[in-house]
């Protein structure tokens, strides 16, 4: 866990295996999704902030929401910490982090849509690398 919220206060953006980064959607469709890094001009959308919930569970903040696990199982945002946004960090080998919600599913960039979904197991498309910011 102080791995998670180290020296940088738990400011991370979060690289998926295809190289996107998780993105809060500023258009109002309150979903996660992953889009590219813009190197001259990084969205603020794309900044998170690791907020720990208790000694093993943590709720990734974005600019204004939390990563949610809704009822169909996609990846949305909520205003406030309640079951659904709670998330357990499990660091993989290599190096990469993946998040498990209270469901059991995890945090995957699986999608060719580049919307985000919970899915059953903790595979390549559910590894994030973070980084500081």
């Known amino acids: 866990m102080l791995e998670l919220l ?8 979060l690289r998926s295996f295809k190289g996107t980064y ?12 992953t889009k590219e890094w ?3 001009r990084p969205s603020e959308y794309q900044y ?8 093993y569970e943590i709720a990734l903040r974005g600019k ?4 949610s696990h ?6 949305s945002l909520a205003d406030t910490v309640g079951a659904a946004e709670v998330l357990t960090p499990v660091k993989n080998i290599g190096g990469s982090w993946s998040f498990k ?12 849509n580049n919307f985000l979904y919970f899915m059953p197991e903790n595979k390549g498309c559910e590894h994030w690398w973070l980084e500081s910011w």
């Open 70 to 75: 809704d009822l169909n199982g996609k990846a």
């Open 101 to 112: 919600s209270r469901w059991g599913k995890w945090l995957s960039d699986y999608r060719p």
């Open 38 to 40: 813009k190197k001259q």
């Open 6 to 13: 180290g020296p940088n206060g738990g400011k991370w953006t």
């Open 48 to 55: 998170w902030t690791i907020e720990q919930i208790n000694d």
């Open 64 to 67: 204004d929401k939390y990563v």
């Open 22 to 33: 998780l993105t809060e959607a500023p258009d109002g469709c309150e979903c996660v999704t």
